[in-house]
């Protein structure tokens, strides 16, 4: 009940930009401006984990774009998702996805149930509907495939270093056999709203290629594997540091 009340509110309510405070607008045209995907590039860890695949970031995660994204995530501002849909679409593109080369499996990493209910609604996955949405409209055939899910309990990621989120996560991905199928051939994408360590996003990349989806029967020939997020710190762009937040 709590998702579709904060929903509802946010379009009915008069809000404040989550990005700058600007009065009376859900995200202002500067704000707007920082998620477009304008300096959409790929980012690099370091230390890069093992196992990580290419990954391509909208926006360095700063300013309004991380106050956009913190609002949507921990704060329930669902109507954010369709801004950072957009960017994922464009961290999407920026990877060499184009129309008419087949279908696009976006494939949200999973949170934790206990993080669900206390969110009120899933946020990667919330951002990757949108994001499959704007890329069909861009003649992109994409949709979001959930295939991905938590096999054992992981500690909060929050405070933890690069090896200690390694640490934590290793091993607790995992296909659901019971979940969404993928199409033969599809250019599966991994998506989140964040990249830091990487760790997270090599885990699933680790969990998909031990299903067998990445070269093998459920993919098929030419499948491939990359990712994509909303946003990354600015010094793990692979030409420097992105600007373009408030």
């Given amino acids: 009940m709590r998702g579709w009340w904060q929903e509802l509110a946010g379009l009915v309510l008069p809000v404040d930009c989550a990005g700058c405070g600007a009065v009376r607008v859900l995200v202002c045209a500067d704000c707007r401006g920082a998620l477009s995907g304008a300096v959409a590039g790929l980012v690099r860890p370091s230390p890069r984990p093992e196992g990580l695949p290419v990954v391509q970031a909208a926006a360095a995660y700063e300013g309004a774009v991380r106050a956009v994204l913190l609002a949507h995530k921990e704060r329930g501002a669902l109507p954010l998702a369709g801004v950072l849909g957009a960017a994922l679409a464009a961290a999407v593109l920026a990877g060499g996805t184009a129309p008419g080369r087949g279908e696009v499996a976006l494939v949200p990493v999973p949170s934790a149930r206990r993080q669900v209910r206390a969110r009120g609604h899933d946020p990667a996955r919330r951002i990757a509907l949108a994001a499959a949405g704007r890329l069909r409209r861009a003649g992109v055939p994409a949709r979001v495939a959930p295939v991905l899910g938590l096999r054992r309990a992981v500690a909060d990621q929050a405070g933890l270093g690069a090896r200690q989120r390694r640490e ?61 997020v909303v946003a990354a710190p600015a010094d793990s762009f692979a030409r420097g540091p992105r600007t373009g937040a408030r």
């Fill in 168 to 228: 934590n996560l290793a091993g607790a991905l995992a296909v659901r056999r019971d979940g969404a199928r993928l199409t033969g051939g599809a250019r599966i994408v991994l998506v989140d709203d964040v990249v830091t360590t990487g760790a997270t996003l090599a885990e699933a990349a680790r969990a998909v290629r031990a299903a067998g989806l990445v070269g093998g029967p459920a993919a098929g020939p030419g499948a491939v594997l990359r990712a994509a």
